[in-house]
Each structure stands twice: as C-alpha cells, then as structure tokens.
C-alpha cells in the first residue's frame, strides 16, 4: 500500500506561482510512474502532468505545457508540482496520484492508468 498526501495549495493571484509536492508513505516511489491531476467543481478530473520512475520523461496537457513542471526526488520519496504563470482556469483540487502497474505509458491522460490517490490540495487562483 501506498499513501499519497499533497501539500502546498493555497490561493494566489493570477499570474503568480505555487509548488505542490506530495509525499509518499507505506513504499517507496521510484519505481512508480506518477502523476498530477486536477478537478474542478461540476467537471471531470482530468490529466495535467506525469513523470517517469526516473525522471527522464515527462508529459503535460495542453493547457499548463510552458507554464507547469512536474518533478520528482526520489530520495525523498516526493513528486512536485511547480506552477507558474498561474490563471484563474487553474482553480481545482490538485490530486497526485501512483501508478504501481506501470501500465500508463500510453493512457497516461486516463485516471484508470493510475491506483494510488492522494486526498487533493485546493489551488485558487483570483483574477
């Protein structure tokens, strides 16, 4: 078992930056592949970053690509999130999330791909 937390929400005016990190328990993460997801109040959850076990190879949606960086320290058990440029869109809770199969290499958008989920972090961005 794995337990996710996130931490480092908060509100913050458009255009400025947040780092969201979430911390692992239970097992170590450097052999999962991770990710970051968002959810917005009445709309899906959907992808916003993932990074593989080493680091190498990251992926981001369309929407933060240029503006976010997702990153991981394996040593200490924690992936990050760094968001710059921020705009009011961005407001969503910011799940992190493990996936222990391996199996998103190729759905690594779909929320399926992934079977270890934090609780969320609340990111507000006013205008």
């Known amino acids: 078992q794995v337990q996710l937390v996130e931490s480092g929400g908060g509100l913050v005016q458009a255009g400025g930056s947040l780092r969201l990190s979430c911390a692992a328990s239970?097992?170590?993460?450097?052999?999962?592949?991770m990710g970051w997801f968002r959810q917005a109040p009445g709309k899906e959850r959907e992808f916003v970053a993932r990074i593989s076990t080493s680091g190498a190879t990251t992926r981001y949606s369309d929407s933060v690509k240029g503006r976010f960086t997702i990153s991981r320290d394996n040593a200490k058990n924690t992936v990050y999130l760094q968001m710059n440029s921020l705009k009011p869109e961005d407001t969503s809770v910011y799940y992190c999330a493990a996936d222990s199969q391996g199996i998103g290499a190729v759905q690594f958008k779909s929320s399926r791909s992934y079977d270890y989920w934090g609780q969320g972090t609340q990111v507000t961005v006013s205008s």
């Open positions: 239970g097992r170590t993460l450097s052999t999962y592949p």
